[in-house]
């Protein structure tokens, strides 16, 4: 299955958002965590996160950008349990089989976004709310166009004597 980590070029992430992913960490669009929350209270910090922000399952904390990824059956696993022990801790999920099912829903969710993708393409999240409820749009860069595969060193000889110099 595929499904998405966090990924992190730059510190950018550091400073806008209330709480930042740890790279690397399994992700969703996250929408839910605003679900709860006030119009007034979706300012500063919170407002990027709201805007741009995926969520990282561990930290819970957000990233702009992630990266599609291969999870197997026990990261998917392990996933589920962890998402469910937040639903029912911090957003009040009225029992364990409702938390497994909306988490179950969530990662769904996020595989099928990724599924048309290849491993390794970045997704950025731009989320409004409106009269209809909050709506996502997704943006992708294929990997090969990604700043991950962008050479930027050659490697070229400085003399006749066929020993390699400095890059360019």
């Known amino acids: 299955m595929k499904l998405a ?5 730059d510190a950018s992430d550091l400073n806008v958002f ?4 740890e790279e690397g960490e399994w992700a969703l669009p996250g929408s839910f965590v605003f679900s709860s929350m006030q119009a007034d209270q ?5 407002n990027q996160a709201f805007a741009n922000g995926f969520v990282g399952c561990e930290s819970h904390g957000f990233s702009t950008l992630v990266s599609v990824a291969t999870a197997k059956p026990r990261d998917v696993e392990a996933l589920e349990a962890s998402l469910a022990d937040w639903f029912e801790q911090v957003f009040g999920a009225p029992s364990r089989q409702d938390a497994l099912a909306a988490a179950e829903q969530e990662i769904s ?3 099928d976004l990724c599924e048309s993708h290849k491993i390794g393409t970045l997704l950025c999240i731009q989320r409004e709310a409106g009269e209809n409820g909050i709506t996502e749009q997704f943006r992708s860069l ?3 166009e990604s700043c991950a595969e962008q ?4 490697m070229v000889a400085d003399d006749d004597s066929g020993n390699e110099g400095g890059g360019q």
């Open 151 to 154: 050479k930027i060193w050659t």
């Open 18 to 21: 209330p709480h930042v992913a």
């Open 5 to 9: 980590r966090t990924i992190r070029f």
């Open 42 to 46: 979706i300012t500063g910090k919170w």
């Open 142 to 144: 294929p990997k090969p």
């Open 109 to 111: 969710f996020m595989a």
